[in-house]
């Protein structure tokens, strides 16, 4: 049977429509944002605030926390690649049942080994059973607590381990936030209301089930899987098997199993690879038009798939990531990546374009825009990052 070939053009079209970029296709609210995009990452506070933000119009900070904290309709969780995304509330037993389930189990052997290792208990193993019962009972029937609140507590979270001390990232660190970590990919906790401003993390914590109201409902691992890559298709097909790999952060195999049970057909794509959408959705879609957009650090979009080439050009990558391959922030002139963002020291964006690249007059226009649009939606507030792309280093220091 004769597949069809998806180009990257059209693979940009479906970009800008999908994934609400383009101005003509912005999302109603935090939810409709976060279901078109299946996740947001949110390794860094203020990327879900973001990345909200350029999917939608008339959208605040505190809709986004209201979201979170409040309507508790968006959740954070670790799963996929032990990353923290925002997920819609229906999408956790999908994730609890296979991506987070996966980072859980590995969390819980790391730690045993490492109380071991470092003198903590004799048995790493039961340290943690005696360590995450503690904190279950201390947060029953108790509002939501700080890590630092429950260390202080609870004797049995008590521990430290000095790692890598002839390395900038060594130290001596508590073992506390790691069980907290562990019980929030297990689905036992969740990070209830931020203490700090949206742009920092500062999580409390709470029982999901009080949370919530009831506790998800789990699914096999196959089932989960299943359900992640049908909603990742919907947002990012076609995409590679290598690309679902990748995000689910899973084996080969399991990858395999999961487009199967999405039922995804095959498409070629430009370059000679195979790459997979829904049975549903092999029609091309229609032209996108002209749009721009100015995309946070470790943007759905631009971490969505493993091999990037329809969008970005691999030479520029390193400009645009940084050693460990997270994405800086991102200038979007039709569906490429053209160059970063920045903020000068009264907190106005300022966009920076590749060295040798030409958008044209409509281009810089169309940037320009958004850069006066997310200038005026941040009102001030300057935004940290640790994921700096040497394209931002420099532009700073220019």
Same mark, same amino acid.
């Given at each position: 049977m004769h597949r069809r070939h998806v180009d990257d053009t059209e693979r940009r079209n479906r970009l800008a429509l999908r994934h609400g970029l383009h101005p003509d296709q912005r999302l109603a609210d935090p939810v409709a944002a976060t279901r078109a995009m299946t996740v947001l990452h949110a390794t860094e506070s203020a990327t879900v605030h973001l990345a909200v933000h350029a999917r939608t119009t008339g959208t605040s900070p505190a809709d986004v926390d209201r979201s979170l904290y409040d309507d508790r309709a968006l959740v954070k969780q670790l799963a996929m690649r032990r990353t923290l995304f925002v997920m819609p509330v229906d999408l956790l037993p999908a994730a609890l049942g296979s991506a987070s389930a996966r980072v859980a189990a590995e969390q819980r052997r790391l730690i045993g080994r490492d109380v071991e290792r470092h003198g903590v208990a004799r048995d790493g193993q039961v340290w943690i059973e005696r360590a995450t019962a503690a904190v279950v009972d201390l947060l029953t029937g108790s509002p939501p607590l700080s890590a630092r609140q429950l260390r202080e507590e609870l004797p049995e979270l008590s521990g430290t381990i000095t790692v890598d001390t002839d390395k900038r990232w060594g130290g001596t660190f508590q073992l506390a936030p790691r069980v907290l970590t562990l019980l929030g990919a297990a689905g036992v906790l969740v990070r209830g209301?931020?203490?700090?401003?949206?742009?920092?993390?500062?999580?409390t914590w709470t029982l999901m089930d009080s949370w919530l109201g009831a506790a998800p409902e789990r699914v096999t691992t196959e089932e989960g899987y299943g359900v992640l890559v049908r909603r990742w298709l919907r947002t990012f097909g076609? @995409?590679?098997?290598?690309?679902?790999?990748?995000?689910? @952060?899973?084996t080969r195999t399991a990858a395999r199993a999961a487009l199967a049970a999405a039922d995804a057909v095959e498409v070629g794509l430009d370059g000679g690879g195979t790459g997979w959408v829904l049975p549903e959705d092999v029609d091309e879609v229609s032209e996108a038009g002209p749009w721009a957009a100015l995309l946070p650090t470790l943007d759905p979009t631009t971490m969505?798939?493993? =091999?990037?080439?329809?969008?970005? !050009?691999?030479?520029?990558?390193?400009?645009?990531?940084?050693s460990f391959g997270n994405a800086g922030?991102?200038?979007?002139?039709?569906?490429?990546?053209?160059?970063?963002?920045?903020?000068?020291? =009264?907190? @106005?964006?300022?966009?920076?374009?590749?060295?040798?690249?030409?958008?044209?007059?409509?281009?810089?226009?169309?940037?320009?825009?958004?850069? !006066?649009?997310?200038?005026?939606?941040?009102?001030?507030? =300057?935004?940290?990052?640790?994921?700096?792309s040497p394209l931002m280093k420099e532009s700073r220091l220019s």
């Open positions: 209301p931020n203490v700090g401003h949206w742009r920092t993390s500062r999580p076609p @995409g590679t098997l290598e690309d679902v790999q990748w995000w689910l @952060g899973s969505g798939w493993k =091999q990037r080439g329809f969008y970005l !050009d691999p030479r520029h990558v390193p400009s645009l990531f940084d922030t991102t200038a979007w002139w039709q569906g490429r990546v053209v160059g970063c963002w920045v903020q000068d020291a =009264q907190a @106005g964006v300022r966009v920076v374009l590749r060295e040798g690249e030409d958008v044209g007059s409509q281009g810089r226009a169309a940037l320009a825009a958004e850069a !006066d649009r997310l200038t005026a939606w941040l009102d001030g507030v =300057q935004i940290p990052t640790v994921y700096t």
